[in-house]
Structures are given as C-alpha cells and as structure tokens.
C-alpha cells in the first residue's frame, strides 16, 4: 500500500508556457502532500507543503505565483509551474503524508523548458 | 532544530565488500530516521527506517542502520555489496518543529560499485 503516482514522468515544454504536474496517492487519502525539487546531482528541495482545501505554504525563496499548488482532493495535488523558463528545468518530485513522520514518494517528472 | 549531516558525498566500494554509509542527526529528541534510494532519473525508494521501537533496523535488499542516541548517528551497512545497488543514498529525519509531517533531507551519499 501507500503508492503515489505522478504524471506525466517527462514533460517538455517551451519556454513562456505553463506546465501541470499531478501528483495522486492511489490507495490511501493523504492529509498533507509536498512539493520537492532536485538539481543534477543535488538532494531534494522542498518547495511547498499543501493540505487538502487549503493554501499551500511555501518555503522561503520560492514564487507563489510561479509554482502554484492546488490540493483538491485527498487523493490529489497539482503543480503548475507558469511561464516557464529553461531555469525551471528540473526534476519535480511530490510525496504524499497520512499525517505520520513517513512520506511516500511519487516517481518524479522530469521538466525540460525548451 | 533538527538536521541531518552525510558525511561522505561519495563512496566506492568492491562489488562483494561490505557497505558503510554515515549518517550523524541533531535533534532535541528521538527523533524519526531514515534511508531512502534514488537510482538514476528514479523516484525515492525507502530502504528502512527507525521509530522509536529497535534500534537495528533491517531493510530491503540487505540493508539494515542502527539508531546510536550517544553518537547521533544512523550509518546505512550492507555486508556484501551487489553492482546493484549503486545509486544515490538520503539520510533523512523527522522535522519535529513542524506539524504537517516535514522531514529533512541530508545532501545525499553516491554509491559506486567496482566489479
């Protein structure tokens, strides 16, 4: 149990659009998911902690209005990074909570901004 | 505040010789741990993890780590290393100062397999 999926795992897009990334815990509802970034050769970010009908909170450093975050259900959360540039490029992971310290980790979405 | 320090950005072993990854946490209490692995362009898998019951804790694919309160640490072992399990190691732990689970990534250990 406890999966969590993302879609799509590999998005390219051009630069100036807006990209959606979903994020869904398949077999449990998750009280709380995040956001992570990782760099080439980096460990993980954390961009943004969201809880189901209510604004996301995010870390220092990291535009709102650049990455909006969506948590409509219990079993789903939307990152829409918009008018992307290439320095958005970056591997874009979630995880999912049931409101213990674990978190379960979706596979990752590779962004390439053209 | 709680952190998580890995000592060594990069290990290389032979393949069939034992694994050591350092792992040394600050927490003003016993805290969460864990160890996740992320092979190439690869989400994070758990390998294991410690919470508050046994100290040595067994994980998949032969990994185990042991909770050591006097030396806050929780190094990752394997005793015989496959061409396998060359990838990219977190330590991570329980961000207690937070209510909505948050967890803190150490940067990250590189594992490299000699045949």
């Known amino acids: ?63 709102k209005d650049k990455f909006l975050i969506n948590h409509a259900s219990l079993t789903l959360s939307t990152l829409t990074v918009t008018s992307a540039h290439p320095e958005d490029s970056s591997f874009y992971i979630c995880s999912a909570s049931r409101g213990e310290y674990e978190q379960y980790f979706g596979p990752g979405t590779r962004l390439t901004v053209t | 505040a709680q952190s998580v320090t890995q000592l060594d950005s990069h290990v290389s072993v032979s393949e069939g010789t034992p694994v050591l990854l350092r792992c040394n946490y600050s927490s003003s209490y016993s805290p969460s741990l864990f160890w996740y692995v992320q092979h190439p362009n690869k989400g994070l898998q758990l390998l294991l993890k410690y919470t508050s019951a046994a100290t040595l804790v067994k994980g998949i694919n032969g990994f185990e780590a042991e909770f050591k309160k006097s030396e806050t640490s929780f190094h990752l072992t394997k005793p015989s290393a496959h061409m396998s399990d060359a990838a990219e190691y977190f330590c991570v732990v329980s961000d207690l100062n937070s209510s909505a689970s948050k967890i803190i990534f150490g940067s990250g250990t590189r594992l490299s397999i000699r045949p």
């Open chain 1, 1 to 63: 149990g406890a999966v969590v999926s993302q879609h799509p795992s590999r998005v390219i897009c051009k630069s100036g659009t807006s990209v959606k990334i979903e994020c869904r815990s398949l077999d449990f509802q998750a009280t709380t998911m995040f956001w992570y970034r990782q760099f080439p050769k980096q460990s993980l970010m954390l961009m943004a902690t969201s809880n189901e009908g209510s604004k996301a909170t995010y870390e220092q450093g990291v535009e």
